[in-house]
């Protein structure tokens, strides 16, 4: 593959992440869900992911929130061992109904320090498109906008800022100073 080049696999990749997240749309507010997955696709891409780390991206949250269309064996099946690796590992919840919020959060910040650099880039790309999404409808609904989440303000704050500590340390660079910038800001509105 020359580079800047996907494949078919990237295609089907496509196809398969909007018809699983077809009919869901963001958290409380009627944006379809593919907006996101796309989001966090492209910040993979601009940070020069490889096709599998796009793929991954695209597909990050099939098992968390669809689990019930689509197992992991299937995505490695389709996509091979590293995608559903690094889909594994961005995945918090397995199970229905998901456990306890702080719970869950409390893992994934244990777990990251474990995680390949290959999950890492699509972990960071997903966190920075939802957190930036969070500041964009805070600053068009203000405090309306925490009504959408399963925690209170002051433990998103804590958990963005766990991730930004770790992502500073274990891949810093440009798009984990981007992400402390954003969490700063979270901070402030909090």
Same mark, same amino acid.
Request: aromatic letters at 6%; charged letters at 25%.
């Given at each position: 593959?020359?580079?800047?080049?996907? &494949? %078919?696999?990237? +295609? $089907?990749?496509?196809?398969? @992440?909007?018809? /699983? #997240?077809? =009919?869901?749309?963001?958290?409380?507010?009627?944006?379809?869900?593919?907006?996101?997955?796309?989001?966090?696709?492209?910040?993979?891409? &601009? %940070?020069?992911? +490889? $096709?599998d780390?796009v793929? @991954?991206?695209? /597909? #990050?949250? =099939?098992?968390?929130?669809?689990?019930?269309?689509?197992?992991?064996?299937?995505?490695?099946?389709?996509?091979?061992?590293?995608?559903? &690796?690094?889909?594994?590992?961005?995945?918090?919840?397995?199970?229905?109904?998901?456990?306890?919020?702080?719970?869950?959060?409390?893992?994934?910040?244990?777990?990251?320090?474990s995680?390949?650099?290959?999950?890492?880039l699509v972990?960071?790309?997903?966190?920075i498109?939802?957190?930036?999404?969070?500041?964009?409808?805070?600053?068009r609904v203000?405090?309306?906008?925490?009504?959408?989440?399963?925690?209170?303000?002051?433990?998103?704050?804590?958990?963005?800022?766990?991730?930004?500590?770790?992502?500073?340390?274990?891949?810093?660079?440009?798009?984990?100073d981007?992400?402390?910038?954003?969490?700063?800001?979270?901070?402030?509105?909090?």
């Amino acid at each position: 593959m020359k580079e800047g080049q996907y &494949t %078919e696999r990237l +295609d $089907e990749a496509l196809v398969l @992440a909007h018809r /699983l #997240h077809r =009919a869901q749309t963001r958290k409380a507010k009627p944006v379809p869900y593919i907006g996101h997955l796309l989001g966090v696709a492209s910040i993979v891409i &601009t %940070e020069g992911g +490889d $096709e599998d780390q796009v793929i @991954a991206a695209l /597909l #990050h949250d =099939a098992i968390e929130d669809q689990g019930d269309k689509i197992a992991l064996a299937d995505i490695e099946a389709r996509f091979g061992p590293r995608v559903a &690796t690094i889909v594994a590992a961005c995945t918090d919840a397995w199970e229905k109904p998901k456990p306890p919020w702080r719970a869950r959060k409390e893992a994934y910040l244990a777990a990251l320090p474990s995680k390949p650099e290959a999950v890492r880039l699509v972990a960071l790309a997903d966190k920075i498109h939802n957190l930036e999404e969070i500041l964009e409808d805070h600053a068009r609904v203000g405090a309306a906008v925490w009504t959408r989440f399963n925690a209170p303000p002051a433990e998103l704050a804590w958990y963005y800022r766990g991730l930004a500590d770790a992502f500073l340390t274990l891949r810093p660079g440009p798009l984990a100073d981007r992400f402390a910038v954003g969490v700063a800001r979270l901070e402030a509105v909090v």
